[in-house]
């Protein structure tokens, strides 16, 4: 059997997502064992889907995997987040052509079957159009959509997603069904294709942000043409010069911010080999499957929270936190409004730098604070806020890239470059003005 097979079987995945289990709950356990871990990772990459986004987040999220096992862990899992397993070439090959219409050798100038990065729902290609243009080209694991389908409906493969991002929580079923609309939509590749052209136009006029330019006569729902763009990956981007590394994660935060605050939507995939460094501060941001889109209220209500940080008033901070959390009354209120003040000390406290330790500490504090919450009644805890699962996501995983980087940023200063925009976007225009 090519142990590259994806297997997609309901039976099949759930056996082997069982023996992913006994041994994640073994090594609690034996605590240190390497082998327990490669082998877990190595199910993980093979089983791709959800159970490979498992891995993936747990290799560079701090404070996903305990700190007695981070060492082995982190070692066997960071070979699944820098290359999940890839489809066999002849399934490229078919895939290709049948999204495209025609042969690949008609398609393209030239196309490696062999690819240069795989995840857990497609790999990529490097390939050149006949006029000279070198592109990626990103490819759908054969039967992935059907292995999706089939983790979606396992609801405790999903809770294991869902954990560490939102703790456990009273109000699970509306998570999980929120989980399902933005997994799902990552299999729709002319989706992803709309949404970069929509990041692009968010992020017109910002030249440190590279977003790459669809091909769309080279693209489907299953097959994402893009032009190629050179630069170093994030490992190597760790290693630089610290200059180089503070301009680049202000880049990254104008990225992350303005589209949230101005643009109203976010990437909720953080995944460190969805960057690419160029000098100058440039950053190139690959992957828009999981976008995150918000309410205007929402919109709002975040720009304004962003307007009190960057002010330093902690009363109005505190004031407009309480409807953005939807926080009731009481211990609740206080649990909710605590942790969201904790995760804006980069904005509070200038300069900043993120370190693994404290995003960490805003994982276990996020855990502690839900299992403090379910202690109280049941009408006294409100469902999550709007988009609050994968903007967790995006903050725990974003945070956690940032602090390989370290670097001292003024946050605050960057925010202040598009902060005004946002404020008039919003109708916050009076609020600006007040702050300023």
């Not at 456990?168 to 970069?196: C, G, I």
């Not at 109203?264 to 460094?277: E, I, L, Q």
């Not at 469902?383 to 390989?404: C, D, H, K, T, W």
């Amino acid at each position: 059997m090519d142990p590259r097979k994806l297997p997609a079987g309901r039976l099949g995945r759930l056996g082997r997502v069982a023996w992913v289990g006994a041994r994640l709950g073994a090594s609690k356990v034996l605590d240190r064992k390497e082998h327990t871990a490669v082998a877990v990772a190595d199910m993980l990459g093979t089983l791709r889907g959800l159970a490979s986004k498992i891995g993936q987040m747990a290799s560079y999220v701090d404070g996903v995997i305990p700190e007695t096992q981070d060492t082995p862990w982190q070692t066997a899992l960071s070979a699944l987040r820098a290359a999940a397993p890839s489809s066999p070439p002849q399934e490229v090959r078919k895939l290709v052509q049948s999204e495209l219409g025609g042969t690949i050798e008609s398609l393209f100038e030239q196309f490696d079957l062999t690819p240069f990065a795989s995840a857990s729902i497609g790999q990529v290609h490097r390939a050149r159009l006949a006029d000279g243009r070198d592109v990626a080209v990103k490819v759908q694991h054969a039967g992935i959509a059907k292995a999706l389908e089939s983790d979606l409906s396992n609801a405790g493969l999903l809770e294991t997603v869902v954990g560490p991002i939102v703790g456990r929580h009273l109000h699970a079923s509306d998570l999980l069904a929120e989980a399902r609309v933005r997994f799902r939509e990552e299999l729709d590749y002319a989706l992803e294709a709309e949404r970069m052209k929509a990041f692009a136009r968010i992020h017109a006029g910002e030249p440190s942000v590279v977003i790459p330019g669809v091909i769309d006569e080279r693209s489907s729902s299953r097959v994402l043409t893009t032009e190629l763009v050179p630069g170093l990956g994030f490992d190597d981007a760790c290693a630089a010069e610290p200059d180089a590394r503070r301009q680049w994660a202000e880049t990254m935060w104008r990225f992350v911010f303005r589209g949230v605050l101005v643009g109203g939507m976010f990437n909720a995939d953080p995944h460190p080999g969805n960057y690419v460094f160029q000098p100058g501060g440039r950053v190139a941001f690959l992957d828009f499957g999981c976008v995150q889109p918000l309410s205007r209220e929402h919109q709002r209500m975040a720009v304004q929270v962003h307007v009190d940080a960057a002010a330093k008033d902690e009363d109005a901070f505190r004031r407009h936190a309480v409807p953005y959390l939807r926080a009731h009354p009481g211990k609740h209120e206080e649990l909710a409004v605590a942790f969201m003040r904790h995760c804006f000390e980069p904005i509070f406290r200038v300069p900043f730098r993120m370190t693994r330790g404290y995003v960490a500490g805003l994982v276990r504090e996020l855990a502690d604070s839900a299992n403090e919450a379910r202690k109280l009644p049941v009408g006294e805890v409100p469902p999550l806020p709007e988009g609050i699962l994968f903007m967790n996501r995006l903050q725990f995983g974003f945070y956690s890239v940032l602090a390989r980087l370290e670097v001292d940023v003024d946050f605050a200063a960057v925010e202040r470059g598009f902060i005004e925009e946002a404020c008039r976007a919003t109708g916050l225009g009076g609020v600006f003005e007040a702050a300023r």
